[in-house]
Every structure is written in C-alpha cells, then in structure tokens.
C-alpha cells in the first residue's frame, strides 16, 4: 500500500534527521552542505574556513557515525 510506504519513508527520513541533528557542530554543517545543500567539498571549505581535508575529513566522521548510530537501530528496529 502506497501510504504504508509514504509513512514508512516519513519516519525513515524523521529518524535520520533526529540522527544527524545529535552529530557534532562541524560535522553536522559539513554533512549538509555536501549532502542536502549538493554544495562542493571545495565551496564548503571556503565557506566555512576548513582546509579541503578537513571538509573531507568531518565528512567521513559524520558518515561514519550515522553509519554506526542507525545500522544499529535498523538491526534491533528500534525507533530512536
């Protein structure tokens, strides 16, 4: 049923969201930027005064840790 998956895909992207707000400051803005905001690793080092490695470091950290937060949570299927 075409509703049962819109909620399901509702609260797969609440639950990310939630995730993603608890990730560190720097990381959290990296991740954004890059992944939602579709800015260039490039233009966010400039925008926020980060070498391009660190751009591409906060970023890996982030996708890490969202990685570990909810692969843990798909595999208990617990909604935190």
């Given at each position: 049923d075409s509703?049962?998956?819109?909620?399901?895909?509702?609260?797969r992207s609440e639950l990310i969201a939630k995730h993603v707000s608890r990730l560190p400051e720097r990381q959290r803005e990296v991740l954004v930027f890059v992944t939602y905001e579709q800015m260039s690793p490039q233009d966010v080092a400039e925008l926020l005064g980060l070498t391009i490695q660190n751009v591409y470091s906060n970023l890996a950290a982030a996708r890490q840790q969202l990685r570990k937060t909810l692969g843990a949570l798909m595999k208990t299927g617990v909604d935190q």
């Open positions: 509703t049962d998956e819109k909620n399901e895909q509702q609260a």
